[in-house]
């Protein structure tokens, strides 16, 4: 599907979100058979013409000024990253982005020291699509043992979605995947052209009925911080903060912490998560994805304990 279908279709699912009440609009006559404002209404209160708003959602118009999508957005009530991703679908309209990832996502040295340093709490570094490209041995032992994975399959949201052991472990497992499948739809409409996040889309559609109502839906986020609530199997309940601090000499990488109040017990199951977890991992063992393909494997050095199995497929979301 074309950016300028996905920027249409984007409008028309902001539109059905909203009623007249909430969009303060004198709603139109007649009955209404779909829920949201109508196109007239939406037009109206964005100052434009009907027949101008209906060419924006059938993708007829993709050059509109940004003081007119400064006032669709006013009139959807879009948040900043829904007009951000808005733009970014506008952006990508003509498809003239060149197909392909833009190589292998690498971390830096002095960012893997990091890691190393803050042992006491949970730290991953994601990357593009959710991808999952260094952590620590506590993040290892809180979440998922994401080294072992076969590369393809080392990605947050596909562990999140895909895995019954994500459902066990997060208590407010539906809240914690929408949101990774929203920050996955930011990144499509960054990178709309990226073969590997739509075979990554189209395998969490196919396999998880959850994840077509969320992209159906055409939510998007990027939490900068929270909080979440786990019910880990060998050290109980834990409610952990988490920030998430882009990187600034690579902005599609993140680097997610995750922290316990102090002398609280979850801070105490952090600690014992830790004293329980296995070996440190091997040094200069690495996680890295390649966009390409064709040749997405992981340059990673064996640990001592010899190549990792591959972790059997996850059981499709019923």
């Given at each position: 599907m074309g950016q300028s279908a996905e920027f249409g279709l984007f409008l028309k699912a902001m539109r059905s979100r909203l009623s007249p009440d909430d969009a303060?609009?004198?709603?139109?006559?007649?009955a209404r058979?779909?829920?949201g404002l109508r196109r007239e209404e939406v037009a109206r209160l964005a100052g434009v013409s009907t027949d101008y708003y209906v060419r924006l959602e059938q993708?007829?118009?993709i050059h509109p000024?940004?003081?007119?999508?400064a006032a669709?957005?006013?009139?959807?009530?879009?948040d900043s990253t829904e007009h951000a991703h808005m733009l970014d679908l506008l952006e990508n309209c003509a498809g003239s982005a060149a197909a392909g990832g833009t190589g292998v996502q690498g971390v830096r040295p002095a960012l893997r020291q990091l890691l190393g340093a803050v042992g006491e709490v949970p730290a991953l570094v994601l990357g593009r699509r959710?991808?999952?490209?260094?952590g620590n041995p506590l993040a290892n032992s809180l979440f998922a043992d994401f080294p072992a994975m076969p590369a393809a399959q080392r990605n947050l949201t596909r562990w999140l979605i895909l895995d019954p052991a994500a459902r066990t472990l997060f208590r407010d497992w539906e809240t914690v995947a929408a949101e990774a499948a929203g920050a996955l739809r930011l990144d499509v409409g960054r990178h709309p052209n990226d073969p590997q996040a739509n075979q990554l889309v189209g395998e969490l559609?196919?396999?998880s009925e959850h994840f077509r109502q969320w992209w159906a839906g055409h939510h998007v986020a990027t939490p900068s911080a929270g909080s979440v609530r786990l019910h880990h199997p060998a050290v109980g309940?834990?409610?952990?903060?988490?920030?998430?601090l882009v990187l600034p000499d690579d902005p599609d990488q993140t680097l997610r912490v995750y922290s316990a109040r102090p002398e609280s017990p979850s801070s105490d199951a952090l600690l014992l998560l830790g004293s329980l977890g296995a070996e440190p991992a091997a040094p200069g063992r690495e996680m890295a994805v390649d966009r390409n393909p064709g040749q997405r494997d992981c340059r990673e050095v064996p640990s001592r304990g010899g190549p990792a199995a591959e972790a059997p497929p996850p059981a499709p979301d019923r």
């Open positions: 303060a609009a004198a709603p139109t006559a007649g058979r779909v829920p993708g007829r118009n000024s940004r003081t007119v999508l669709v957005s006013r009139a959807l009530r879009l959710g991808d999952v490209l260094a559609a196919v396999n309940q834990l409610e952990l903060n988490f920030e998430n």
